[in-house]
Nanobody, 124 residues
């Protein structure tokens, strides 16, 4: 089982990035998935999660209206489209899959699978 995130980089404030996460050995159709981030000196936080039951997406207040998460079944991948990026979005971003993701949150239960992170730096 492997999750591999990619797409991070340096971007100016107001810019956009698209993160991708490829899953192998794990059919994402049967799992809840999510994007988390950890900034220097801060705890890891859930950015966006897609629930197990109805594929609805939850977004943290700090990214609502700017980030869009999606899951592509045929490619077994998840994405995070990030627009209007701010310096406070700078962090290492991780993708993850879980047995269960509760609707309307990033609360998760059961087995969990994490990819290595990808660094996003928003700076002029």
């Amino acid at each position: 089982v492997q999750l591999q995130a990619s797409g991070g980089g340096l971007v100016q404030p107001g810019g956009s990035l698209r993160l991708s996460c490829a899953a192998s050995g794990l059919p994402l159709d049967y799992y809840g998935v999510g994007w988390f981030r950890q900034a220097p000196g801060k705890e890891r936080e859930g950015v966006s999660c897609i629930s197990t039951s109805d594929d609805s997406a939850y977004y943290a207040d700090s990214v609502k209206g700017r980030f869009t998460a999606s899951k592509e079944r045929f490619k077994n991948m998840i994405y995070l489209e990030m627009d209007s990026l701010k310096p406070e979005d700078t962090a290492i971003y991780y993708c993850a899959a879980f047995d269960t993701v509760v609707i309307g949150s990033c609360t998760h239960y059961g087995n969990e699978y994490w990819g290595k992170g990808t660094l996003v730096t928003v700076s002029s």
